[in-house]
Protein backbone atom coordinates (compact mmCIF):
# COMPACT_ATOMS: atom_id res chain seq x y z
CA UNK A 1 0.00 0.00 0.00
CA UNK A 2 2.45 2.61 1.23
CA UNK A 3 4.83 1.25 -2.23
CA UNK A 4 2.24 1.89 -4.24
CA UNK A 5 1.33 5.32 -2.79
CA UNK A 6 4.76 6.71 -3.11
CA UNK A 7 5.27 5.03 -6.82
CA UNK A 8 2.33 6.98 -7.85
CA UNK A 9 2.98 10.50 -6.05
CA UNK A 10 6.57 9.64 -7.52
CA UNK A 11 4.59 8.79 -11.00
CA UNK A 12 2.56 12.09 -10.80
CA UNK A 13 5.43 14.88 -9.90
CA UNK A 14 6.96 13.36 -12.80
CA UNK A 15 3.86 13.54 -15.15
CA UNK A 16 3.41 17.26 -13.90
CA UNK A 17 6.76 18.59 -14.04
CA UNK A 18 6.87 16.93 -18.14
CA UNK A 19 3.84 18.96 -18.76
CA UNK A 20 4.84 22.03 -17.10
CA UNK A 21 8.10 21.65 -19.11
CA UNK A 22 7.08 20.98 -22.38
CA UNK A 23 4.47 24.14 -22.01
CA UNK A 24 7.24 26.17 -20.65
CA UNK A 25 9.57 24.98 -23.75
CA UNK A 26 6.52 25.56 -26.13
CA UNK A 27 6.15 29.40 -24.37
CA UNK A 28 9.36 30.34 -24.52
CA UNK A 29 9.55 29.73 -28.86
CA UNK A 30 7.22 32.45 -28.76
CA UNK A 31 8.20 36.08 -29.82
CA UNK A 32 10.21 38.27 -27.59
CA UNK A 33 7.31 40.84 -28.10
CA UNK A 34 5.13 38.82 -26.11
CA UNK A 35 6.91 39.33 -22.51
CA UNK A 36 6.49 43.05 -22.75
CA UNK A 37 2.87 45.07 -22.22
CA UNK A 38 1.68 47.21 -25.01
CA UNK A 39 3.15 50.52 -23.53
CA UNK A 40 6.44 48.99 -23.09
CA UNK A 41 6.24 48.39 -27.07
CA UNK A 42 5.76 51.71 -27.48
CA UNK A 43 7.90 53.29 -25.14
CA UNK A 44 10.95 51.08 -24.11
CA UNK A 45 14.02 51.48 -26.38
CA UNK A 46 16.08 48.84 -27.90
CA UNK A 47 18.54 49.15 -24.76
CA UNK A 48 15.68 48.95 -22.39
CA UNK A 49 13.76 45.93 -23.85
CA UNK A 50 16.87 43.95 -23.90
CA UNK A 51 17.54 44.93 -20.01
CA UNK A 52 14.23 43.80 -19.48
CA UNK A 53 14.61 40.50 -21.29
CA UNK A 54 17.60 39.92 -19.09
CA UNK A 55 16.34 40.29 -15.76
CA UNK A 56 13.11 37.96 -17.39
CA UNK A 57 15.97 35.46 -17.76
CA UNK A 58 15.56 35.64 -21.62
CA UNK A 59 18.42 36.90 -22.42
CA UNK A 60 22.09 37.48 -20.84
CA UNK A 61 25.05 38.96 -21.83
CA UNK A 62 26.93 38.00 -24.71
CA UNK A 63 30.34 36.69 -24.01
CA UNK A 64 32.06 37.05 -27.13
CA UNK A 65 31.94 40.77 -26.73
CA UNK A 66 31.47 41.42 -22.79
CA UNK A 67 28.28 43.12 -23.59
CA UNK A 68 30.15 46.22 -25.55
CA UNK A 69 28.65 44.76 -28.99
CA UNK A 70 32.18 45.11 -30.87
CA UNK A 71 34.95 42.57 -31.45
CA UNK A 72 37.86 44.05 -32.70
CA UNK A 73 36.20 47.64 -34.13
CA UNK A 74 33.58 45.26 -35.93
CA UNK A 75 30.42 44.36 -34.81
CA UNK A 76 29.89 41.64 -32.86
CA UNK A 77 29.19 37.88 -35.05
CA UNK A 78 27.49 36.72 -32.13
CA UNK A 79 24.66 39.30 -30.85
CA UNK A 80 24.42 40.81 -34.44
CA UNK A 81 20.82 40.83 -34.87
CA UNK A 82 21.27 41.93 -38.55
CA UNK A 83 24.50 41.48 -40.81
CA UNK A 84 23.85 45.22 -41.82
CA UNK A 85 24.26 46.11 -38.04
CA UNK A 86 27.29 48.78 -37.39
CA UNK A 87 27.13 46.99 -33.90
CA UNK A 88 25.89 44.39 -32.15
CA UNK A 89 23.15 43.84 -29.33
CA UNK A 90 25.28 42.89 -26.25
CA UNK A 91 23.03 40.28 -25.54
CA UNK A 92 22.03 36.48 -26.90
CA UNK A 93 19.28 34.50 -26.11
CA UNK A 94 19.52 32.27 -23.26
CA UNK A 95 19.31 28.37 -23.56
CA UNK A 96 15.75 27.92 -22.49
CA UNK A 97 16.72 24.34 -20.64
CA UNK A 98 18.85 27.42 -18.31
CA UNK A 99 15.77 29.11 -18.46
CA UNK A 100 14.22 26.30 -17.19
CA UNK A 101 16.22 25.38 -14.56
CA UNK A 102 15.60 29.08 -13.43
CA UNK A 103 11.92 28.53 -13.47
CA UNK A 104 11.99 25.46 -11.20
CA UNK A 105 14.59 27.18 -8.77
CA UNK A 106 12.99 29.99 -8.09
CA UNK A 107 9.12 28.68 -7.63
CA UNK A 108 9.86 28.77 -3.63
CA UNK A 109 10.72 32.68 -3.08
CA UNK A 110 11.49 34.19 0.52
CA UNK A 111 9.61 37.99 0.89
CA UNK A 112 9.39 39.98 3.14
CA UNK A 113 6.12 41.12 4.95
CA UNK A 114 5.18 44.12 7.13
CA UNK A 115 3.39 43.38 10.64
CA UNK A 116 -0.31 43.87 8.45
CA UNK A 117 0.78 41.01 6.19
CA UNK A 118 1.57 42.82 3.36
CA UNK A 119 4.42 41.67 1.30
CA UNK A 120 7.17 44.71 1.40
CA UNK A 121 7.71 45.87 -2.50
CA UNK A 122 10.77 47.37 -1.86
CA UNK A 123 12.86 44.66 -0.99
CA UNK A 124 13.13 42.28 -3.92
CA UNK A 125 12.76 38.55 -2.82
CA UNK A 126 15.72 35.61 -3.04
CA UNK A 127 15.29 31.72 -4.20
CA UNK A 128 15.07 29.42 -1.59
CA UNK A 129 18.23 27.44 -2.42
CA UNK A 130 20.53 30.53 -2.32
CA UNK A 131 18.39 32.26 0.62
CA UNK A 132 19.48 28.56 2.35
CA UNK A 133 22.58 29.16 1.06
CA UNK A 134 23.31 32.53 2.59
CA UNK A 135 21.66 31.91 5.92
CA UNK A 136 23.90 28.29 5.94
CA UNK A 137 26.95 30.69 5.33
CA UNK A 138 26.01 32.60 8.29
CA UNK A 139 25.59 35.75 6.23
CA UNK A 140 21.65 37.00 6.56
CA UNK A 141 19.89 37.36 3.06
CA UNK A 142 18.16 40.54 4.25
CA UNK A 143 20.04 41.99 7.07
CA UNK A 144 19.85 45.95 7.01
CA UNK A 145 15.83 45.73 5.18
CA UNK A 146 14.42 44.39 8.24
CA UNK A 147 12.77 46.43 10.66
CA UNK A 148 10.35 45.50 13.99
CA UNK A 149 6.86 43.58 12.73
CA UNK A 150 8.84 42.68 9.36
CA UNK A 151 8.60 38.59 8.88
CA UNK A 152 10.43 36.22 5.88
CA UNK A 153 7.99 33.61 4.57
CA UNK A 154 8.08 31.22 1.88
CA UNK A 155 6.08 31.78 -1.10
CA UNK A 156 4.80 29.45 -4.35
CA UNK A 157 6.25 32.14 -7.16
CA UNK A 158 4.93 31.57 -10.76
CA UNK A 159 6.02 35.07 -11.75
CA UNK A 160 3.82 37.83 -12.81
CA UNK A 161 1.27 38.52 -14.94
CA UNK A 162 2.65 40.28 -18.30
CA UNK A 163 -0.52 41.68 -19.80
CA UNK A 164 -4.34 40.59 -18.48
CA UNK A 165 -3.41 41.46 -14.57
CA UNK A 166 0.15 43.82 -15.44
CA UNK A 167 2.82 43.16 -12.50
CA UNK A 168 0.71 41.02 -10.48
CA UNK A 169 1.77 38.18 -9.23
CA UNK A 170 0.57 34.77 -11.17
CA UNK A 171 -0.41 33.14 -7.94
CA UNK A 172 -2.41 36.18 -6.47
CA UNK A 173 -4.41 36.19 -10.18
CA UNK A 174 -4.97 32.52 -9.90
CA UNK A 175 -5.97 32.74 -6.01
CA UNK A 176 -8.70 35.53 -6.44
CA UNK A 177 -10.11 34.11 -9.48
CA UNK A 178 -10.45 30.21 -8.01
CA UNK A 179 -12.45 32.11 -4.55
CA UNK A 180 -15.23 32.91 -7.13
CA UNK A 181 -15.13 29.32 -8.87
CA UNK A 182 -15.09 27.50 -6.62
CA UNK A 183 -18.00 29.70 -4.32
CA UNK A 184 -20.63 28.27 -7.33
CA UNK A 185 -18.97 25.28 -8.41
CA UNK A 186 -18.71 23.39 -5.13
CA UNK A 187 -22.42 24.04 -4.22
CA UNK A 188 -23.19 23.18 -8.27
CA UNK A 189 -21.26 19.73 -7.33
CA UNK A 190 -23.36 18.85 -4.10
CA UNK A 191 -26.50 19.81 -5.54
CA UNK A 192 -25.65 17.41 -8.39
CA UNK A 193 -24.34 14.92 -6.87
CA UNK A 194 -27.71 14.53 -4.10
CA UNK A 195 -30.11 14.79 -6.79
CA UNK A 196 -28.14 12.49 -10.15
CA UNK A 197 -27.15 9.54 -7.28
CA UNK A 198 -31.41 9.99 -5.88
CA UNK A 199 -32.49 10.11 -9.05
CA UNK A 200 -30.32 7.34 -10.80
CA UNK A 201 -31.54 5.13 -7.72
CA UNK A 202 -35.17 5.92 -8.37
CA UNK A 203 -34.99 5.50 -12.03
CA UNK A 204 -33.09 1.62 -11.12
CA UNK A 205 -35.77 0.80 -8.52
CA UNK A 206 -38.93 1.47 -10.60
CA UNK A 207 -37.29 0.21 -13.91
CA UNK A 208 -38.97 0.81 -17.17
CA UNK A 209 -41.53 2.39 -15.20
CA UNK A 210 -43.12 6.14 -15.37
CA UNK A 211 -40.27 7.64 -13.34
CA UNK A 212 -37.49 5.72 -15.40
CA UNK A 213 -38.67 7.20 -18.68
CA UNK A 214 -39.13 10.73 -17.75
CA UNK A 215 -35.59 10.60 -16.20
CA UNK A 216 -34.23 8.70 -19.54
CA UNK A 217 -35.63 11.80 -21.48
CA UNK A 218 -34.29 14.22 -19.01
CA UNK A 219 -31.05 12.96 -19.16
CA UNK A 220 -31.45 12.75 -23.77
CA UNK A 221 -32.39 16.24 -23.32
CA UNK A 222 -29.73 17.22 -21.32
CA UNK A 223 -26.95 15.95 -24.22
CA UNK A 224 -28.82 16.04 -27.21
CA UNK A 225 -29.42 20.07 -26.87
CA UNK A 226 -26.36 22.53 -26.88
CA UNK A 227 -25.74 24.19 -23.34
CA UNK A 228 -25.62 27.62 -24.60
CA UNK A 229 -29.57 27.21 -24.99
CA UNK A 230 -30.37 24.96 -21.90
CA UNK A 231 -28.27 28.05 -20.34
CA UNK A 232 -30.55 31.07 -21.97
CA UNK A 233 -33.38 29.31 -21.40
CA UNK A 234 -32.77 29.00 -17.78
CA UNK A 235 -31.89 32.70 -17.81
CA UNK A 236 -35.01 34.13 -19.21
CA UNK A 237 -36.91 31.83 -17.11
CA UNK A 238 -35.13 32.31 -13.74
CA UNK A 239 -35.15 36.16 -14.12
CA UNK A 240 -38.73 36.45 -16.02
CA UNK A 241 -40.60 34.38 -13.28
CA UNK A 242 -38.55 34.34 -10.28
CA UNK A 243 -36.79 37.61 -10.49
CA UNK A 244 -33.63 36.13 -9.97
CA UNK A 245 -30.54 38.73 -11.18
CA UNK A 246 -28.76 37.86 -14.47
CA UNK A 247 -25.72 38.87 -13.33
CA UNK A 248 -23.47 37.19 -10.42
CA UNK A 249 -22.81 39.78 -8.71
CA UNK A 250 -20.43 38.60 -4.97
CA UNK A 251 -20.85 42.89 -3.81
CA UNK A 252 -24.75 43.02 -3.84
CA UNK A 253 -26.77 42.97 -0.90
CA UNK A 254 -27.82 39.14 -1.06
CA UNK A 255 -25.14 37.64 -2.97
CA UNK A 256 -26.36 34.00 -2.57
CA UNK A 257 -29.53 35.23 -5.00
CA UNK A 258 -26.91 36.02 -7.96
CA UNK A 259 -25.69 32.54 -7.65
CA UNK A 260 -28.68 30.77 -8.13
CA UNK A 261 -28.80 31.00 -12.30
CA UNK A 262 -24.99 30.12 -12.29
CA UNK A 263 -25.48 27.04 -9.73
CA UNK A 264 -28.51 25.79 -11.78
CA UNK A 265 -27.05 25.80 -14.65
CA UNK A 266 -23.66 24.23 -13.60
CA UNK A 267 -25.96 21.38 -11.97
CA UNK A 268 -28.33 20.75 -15.20
CA UNK A 269 -25.56 18.71 -16.88
CA UNK A 270 -23.81 16.92 -13.96
CA UNK A 271 -27.19 15.86 -12.13
CA UNK A 272 -27.98 14.01 -15.57
CA UNK A 273 -24.76 12.35 -15.70
CA UNK A 274 -24.43 11.26 -11.97
CA UNK A 275 -28.01 9.75 -12.87
CA UNK A 276 -26.99 8.19 -16.19
CA UNK A 277 -24.16 6.47 -14.38
CA UNK A 278 -26.14 5.50 -11.11
CA UNK A 279 -29.22 3.80 -13.23
CA UNK A 280 -26.67 2.02 -15.09
CA UNK A 281 -24.53 0.58 -12.36
CA UNK A 282 -27.39 -0.57 -10.21
CA UNK A 283 -28.81 -1.87 -12.93
CA UNK A 284 -26.12 -4.04 -13.73
CA UNK A 285 -25.86 -5.17 -9.67
CA UNK A 286 -29.95 -5.96 -9.76
CA UNK A 287 -29.00 -8.84 -12.62
CA UNK A 288 -26.07 -10.47 -10.56
CA UNK A 289 -26.67 -14.04 -8.81
CA UNK A 290 -25.69 -12.72 -4.68
CA UNK A 291 -28.42 -9.88 -5.24
CA UNK A 292 -31.26 -12.92 -6.64
CA UNK A 293 -29.81 -14.92 -3.19
CA UNK A 294 -30.20 -11.98 -0.79
CA UNK A 295 -34.28 -11.49 -2.27
CA UNK A 296 -34.13 -15.53 -1.89
CA UNK A 297 -33.42 -15.18 1.78
CA UNK A 298 -36.28 -12.56 2.33
CA UNK A 299 -34.32 -9.09 2.49
CA UNK A 300 -37.11 -6.18 1.57
CA UNK A 301 -36.20 -4.69 -1.88
CA UNK A 302 -35.16 -1.37 0.12
CA UNK A 303 -32.82 -3.38 2.16
CA UNK A 304 -31.41 -4.49 -1.17
CA UNK A 305 -31.31 -1.79 -3.33
CA UNK A 306 -29.52 0.49 -0.13
CA UNK A 307 -27.12 -2.64 1.68
CA UNK A 308 -26.15 -3.86 -1.23
CA UNK A 309 -27.02 -2.55 -4.58
CA UNK A 310 -26.52 0.95 -3.91
CA UNK A 311 -22.78 0.23 -2.13
CA UNK A 312 -21.39 -1.55 -4.81
CA UNK A 313 -22.99 0.63 -7.33
CA UNK A 314 -21.17 3.79 -5.73
CA UNK A 315 -17.73 2.27 -6.13
CA UNK A 316 -17.18 3.25 -10.01
CA UNK A 317 -18.53 6.77 -9.64
CA UNK A 318 -16.61 7.04 -6.24
CA UNK A 319 -13.54 7.47 -8.16
CA UNK A 320 -13.69 10.22 -10.02
CA UNK A 321 -15.89 12.09 -7.20
CA UNK A 322 -12.18 13.61 -5.87
CA UNK A 323 -11.30 14.37 -9.37
CA UNK A 324 -14.58 16.46 -9.90
CA UNK A 325 -14.20 18.43 -6.63
CA UNK A 326 -10.60 18.96 -7.29
CA UNK A 327 -11.36 20.23 -10.81
CA UNK A 328 -13.98 22.94 -9.54
CA UNK A 329 -10.86 25.25 -9.20
CA UNK A 330 -10.75 25.71 -12.85
CA UNK A 331 -14.80 26.71 -13.30
CA UNK A 332 -16.84 26.31 -16.27
CA UNK A 333 -16.06 28.45 -19.03
CA UNK A 334 -19.34 28.90 -20.56
CA UNK A 335 -21.41 29.85 -17.75
CA UNK A 336 -18.98 32.15 -16.22
CA UNK A 337 -18.74 34.12 -19.30
CA UNK A 338 -22.62 33.58 -19.25
CA UNK A 339 -22.99 34.81 -15.77
CA UNK A 340 -19.80 37.09 -15.60
CA UNK A 341 -18.71 34.83 -13.31
CA UNK A 342 -15.19 36.61 -12.66
CA UNK A 343 -13.89 32.98 -12.04
CA UNK A 344 -10.88 30.78 -13.36
CA UNK A 345 -13.18 29.69 -16.07
CA UNK A 346 -12.26 32.35 -19.00
CA UNK A 347 -8.91 33.06 -17.36
CA UNK A 348 -6.98 30.72 -19.74
CA UNK A 349 -8.86 31.65 -22.89
CA UNK A 350 -8.34 35.53 -21.85
CA UNK A 351 -4.08 34.59 -20.96
CA UNK A 352 -4.09 32.90 -24.38
CA UNK A 353 -5.69 35.69 -26.54
CA UNK A 354 -3.79 38.42 -24.47
CA UNK A 355 -0.39 36.31 -24.50
CA UNK A 356 0.17 36.39 -21.10
CA UNK A 357 2.54 33.66 -21.00
CA UNK A 358 3.33 33.51 -17.43
CA UNK A 359 -0.39 32.87 -16.36
CA UNK A 360 -0.77 30.55 -19.07
CA UNK A 361 2.32 28.75 -17.58
CA UNK A 362 0.48 29.24 -14.13
CA UNK A 363 -2.62 28.05 -15.11
CA UNK A 364 -1.43 24.93 -16.81
CA UNK A 365 0.27 23.98 -14.11
CA UNK A 366 -2.06 24.07 -11.89
CA UNK A 367 -4.53 21.95 -14.10
CA UNK A 368 -1.91 19.58 -14.20
CA UNK A 369 -1.74 19.03 -10.77
CA UNK A 370 -5.34 19.07 -9.96
CA UNK A 371 -6.27 16.60 -12.60
CA UNK A 372 -3.33 14.18 -11.49
CA UNK A 373 -3.80 14.48 -8.22
CA UNK A 374 -7.93 13.50 -8.56
CA UNK A 375 -7.15 10.46 -10.58
CA UNK A 376 -4.86 9.81 -7.36
CA UNK A 377 -7.31 9.89 -4.94
CA UNK A 378 -9.88 8.50 -6.72
CA UNK A 379 -8.41 5.68 -6.60
CA UNK A 380 -7.37 5.56 -3.01
CA UNK A 381 -10.99 6.35 -2.32
CA UNK A 382 -12.59 3.23 -3.78
CA UNK A 383 -10.43 0.94 -1.49
CA UNK A 384 -11.97 3.05 1.29
CA UNK A 385 -15.16 2.39 -0.14
CA UNK A 386 -14.48 -1.17 -0.55
CA UNK A 387 -11.90 -3.02 0.86
CA UNK A 388 -12.29 -5.88 -1.49
CA UNK A 389 -10.41 -3.51 -4.10
CA UNK A 390 -6.49 -3.63 -3.40
CA UNK A 391 -4.35 -0.79 -5.14
CA UNK A 392 -1.38 -3.46 -5.55
CA UNK A 393 -1.73 -7.49 -6.25
CA UNK A 394 0.40 -10.26 -7.47
CA UNK A 395 3.50 -8.65 -9.68
CA UNK A 396 2.45 -4.89 -8.49
CA UNK A 397 -0.48 -5.04 -11.00
CA UNK A 398 -3.93 -3.48 -9.72
Not at 55 to 67: N, P, Q, T, V, Y
Not at 206 to 231: E, M, Q, R, S
Request: aromatic share 10%; glycine share 8%.
Amino acid sequence: MVKYILKRLLQSLITVILVVSVVFVLLRMMPSDYFFTEDELMKFTDAQKYAKLERLGLMEICSHCHGTGMVDDHACPECRAYETDAKGTGYVNRAVLAQLADFFGDMVQMRVFNAKGKEVKAIEPISLFPYLSQKMGGTEPFAGSMKDGYSVRAVFNLGKSIRLEKNQYVTDVIATKMEASMRISLVSLALSLVLGVVLGVLQARYKDGLFDHIGTGYTVVVNAVPHLVIYTVIMIAGSSMFALPMRYDATAAKPWLTMVLPVVCLSIGSTAGYMLWTRRYMVDELNKDYIRLAKLKGLTDRKVMFRHVLKNAFVPLAQYLPYSILLTVGGSLLVETFFSVPGMGPELTKAISRYDLNLVQGIVLLYATLGILGVFLGDLLMTLIDPRIKLIGKGDVR
